[in-house]
């Protein structure tokens, strides 16, 4: 079994910057892909970032040139640094691992981006 814990999210004015953590416990390594959903309240869900095991990664159009994922492989661990936030990333962020075939998920993270 995999368990993930995600930390960082919170309040920020527009244009301010947060950083989320995920950090992955049990049975894994850092070989398997993670990366980080978003979800608003009416909207579909959004992947955001996605990190390979090997470092590719990828982004959703709305957040190029603003988010960073990377991934601190002795700890499990991967991060989002989101800079320049707007409003409309205002929602709950999701932690995910793609665990032998199978995706796990972070309880969700709240971040607000408001004056």
């Known amino acids: 079994q995999v368990q993930l814990m995600e930390s960082g999210g919170g309040l920020v004015q527009p244009g301010g910057s947060l950083r989320l953590s995920c950090a992955a416990s049990?049975?894994?390594?850092?070989?398997?892909?993670m990366g980080w959903y978003r979800q608003a309240p009416g909207k579909q869900r959004e992947l955001v970032a996605h990190?390979?095991?090997?470092?590719?990664?990828n982004y959703a159009d709305s957040v190029k040139g603003r988010f960073t994922i990377s991934r601190e492989n002795v700890k499990n661990t991967v991060y989002l640094q989101m800079n320049s936030l707007k409003p409309e990333d205002t929602t709950v962020y999701y932690c995910?691992?793609?665990?032998?075939?199978?995706?796990?998920w972070g309880q969700g993270t709240q971040v607000t981006v408001s004056s």
């Open positions: 995910y691992i793609i665990w032998r075939g199978a995706y796990y």
């Open positions: 049990g049975s894994t390594s850092s070989l398997y892909d």
């Open positions: 990190i390979s095991g090997g470092g590719t990664t």
